[in-house]
């Protein structure tokens, strides 16, 4: 089963943008949806992620970013407000059931005056 993100795009500093994932397919019993991100040159890292129960960030996105989600559609979401050149990058969503961990193949997110 894919994933398939959306989203992404070019905004200046300051902007916004709302990154969504859905799966392309059935996946059942998922505990936890969220994203990572790198950076170019960057390794991999946390953003967020959200289960039934709590959500979690990343430092670097607190208060800026919210994530959601809708059981009914299998989807995820990502609002990302008051954007900055550092986050620019690829970003990855996941879903992870107890056995398996789905990703999206990445959207670009580009922030640049």
């Known amino acids: 089963v894919q994933l398939q993100a959306c989203g992404g795009g070019a905004v200046q500093p300051g902007g916004s943008l709302r990154l969504s994932c859905a799966a392309a397919?059935?996946?059942?019993?998922?505990?936890?949806m969220g994203w990572y991100r790198q950076a170019p040159g960057k390794q991999r890292e946390f953003v967020a992620y959200?289960?039934?129960?709590?959500?979690n960030y990343a430092d670097s996105v607190k208060g800026r970013f919210t994530i959601s989600r809708d059981n009914a559609k299998n989807t995820v979401s990502l609002e990302m407000n008051s954007l900055t050149p550092q986050d620019t990058a690829v970003y990855y969503c996941?879903?992870?059931?107890?056995?398996?961990?789905?990703w999206g193949q990445g959207t670009l997110v580009t922030v640049s005056s």
């Open positions: 959200i289960t039934s129960a709590n959500t």
């Open positions: 996941y879903f992870r059931t107890r056995a398996v961990v789905y």
């Open positions: 397919g059935n996946i059942f019993s998922i505990n936890q």
